[in-house]
Each structure stands twice: as structure tokens, then as C-alpha cells.
């Protein structure tokens, strides 16, 4: 069974306090990792995918990066926009259309 | 666009009441998901339509009962609800099956409350 362990469950940065989110996931074949943002009372917004180990992707302050056992999203100088819970998930290769979801970690920056 | 509607916002109901929940998205994607959010829980996934066939039920009561009328919408009718199926109800969509993994877009969800 696939699993998904996110850390730190919350985390509290001053505006402009680079810090990273790791992911760690156990699975029996990796068919890709997703990073989504979620925001209070909506729904998951998707931000990366990632398939293979050494890959990497950056969208503005974020930058997703992967290997064999865990994932990071680091946050580069963060701004209060930045506030909230940030899932990962992954597949595998036999769960069809199933993904595995960690718990998240809320991140709140402060200005 | 990457967009997936969902209605109603909020719902309240009571334990009586039969209701249903809509989604529809206009991405083209051929896989479409029904979930079910706890406060401060992950997404647990309840239905999976693929070509608009059912093909994954994660034991789900059937007081829920999901429809796929088209490969644009998505329908989760409720029947007999419990208080502890109070939650936030997102529906999701992909591009589909096949060789490697699809994202999945999120509605932004029904907030269920029963009484």
C-alpha cells in the first residue's frame, strides 16, 4: 500500500524566510508525485508533477524537486499569498486512476 | 482553462432528504472523481469515472450514488444522509488513462452539512 508522510505538519516563516517541505512516499512503483496548494474551504490547486528521480520544475517562488524516496517543494522568499496547506500525492503504476494523498503542511508566512 | 464548476456551494439537508451534487468540466478530460474532505483531513477518494464508466468504488455507502451522464459532467446523488457525512465534497477531473500520470483539477467543492 502506497504511503505519504508530510513534514513539518505546520510551519511559520517571516515574509521573505526561504524554507522547504518535504515529502516522503513509499511506493511499489512511482508513476508520478503531484505538489497541490489548498487554500481554507476550497478545493486543491494543482502546481507540479513530477516522474522521475533528478527531476525538477519551478513556477515563481516555488520549486518542486524529487528523488527516489522523497519529494521537496522549497520556498523561496515567501510572501503572505503564499499562506496555505500544501498537499502532495502520488501513483503508482497499479493504481490505475488512484492517487495517495499525505495530510499536508500548513504553512502561514507573516508579513 | 482548467476549470472545473461545481454546484451547489453550500448545502444543507436533513437526514430525509434527497439531494444531488453537480460537476462539469469542458477540458476534454475523460476521467472524472468524486472525493470527500474532513477538516484538516487529505481527499478521500469515494467514486472514479473513466469514459464514463464507473471503474473505482471505494466502498462507499450507498446512500451515495454516483452518475455520469456525459463525458462532461458528474453527478453524486445523496439519500438517507448521516451527520457524519457532513463535509466538503470536491469533484475532480483528468485527462485520462494511459502510459504515464494526469493531474487531476479540483472544483472548488460543496459544503454538505446534515441535520
Known amino acids: 500500500e502506497d504511503q505519504v508522510t508530510q513534514s513539518p505538519e505546520a510551519l511559520r516563516l517571516q515574509e521573505g524566510e526561504s524554507s522547504s517541505l518535504n515529502c516522503s512516499y513509499t511506493?511499489?512503483?512511482?508513476?508520478?508525485l503531484f505538489w497541490y496548494r489548498q487554500d481554507p474551504g476550497k478545493g486543491p490547486e494543482f502546481l507540479f508533477t513530477l516522474y522521475s528521480a533528478g527531476e525538477e520544475k519551478e513556477k515563481e517562488r516555488l520549486k518542486a524537486t524529487l528523488t527516489k524516496k522523497e519529494s521537496f517543494l522549497h520556498i523561496t522568499a515567501p510572501k503572505p499569498e503564499d499562506s496555505a496547506t500544501y498537499l502532495c500525492a502520488v501513483q503508482d503504476w497499479g493504481g490505475y486512476q488512484k492517487v495517495t494523498f499525505g495530510t499536508g503542511t500548513k504553512l502561514q508566512v507573516i508579513p | 482553462d482548467t476549470e472545473v464548476t461545481q454546484t451547489p456551494k453550500h448545502l444543507v439537508m436533513g437526514m430525509t432528504n434527497k439531494k444531488s451534487l453537480k460537476c462539469e468540466q469542458h477540458m476534454g478530460h475523460r476521467a472524472m472523481y468524486w472525493y470527500k474532505q474532513k477538516a484538516k483531513k487529505p481527499p478521500e477518494l469515494m467514486f472514479v469515472?473513466?469514459?464514463?464508466?464507473?471503474?473505482i468504488n471505494e466502498s462507499v455507502p450507498s446512500r451515495f450514488s454516483p452518475e455520469c451522464p456525459n463525458s462532461s459532467l458528474l453527478n453524486l446523488h445523496l439519500h438517507a444522509l448521516q451527520p457524519e457525512d457532513s463535509a466538503l465534497y470536491l469533484c475532480a477531473s483528468s485527462q485520462g488513462t494511459g502510459d504515464r500520470s494526469y493531474e487531476q483539477y479540483f472544483g472548488p467543492g460543496t459544503r454538505l452539512t446534515v441535520t
Open positions: 511506493v511499489s512503483g512511482l508513476r508520478g
Open positions: 469515472y473513466s469514459y464514463e464508466k464507473l471503474s
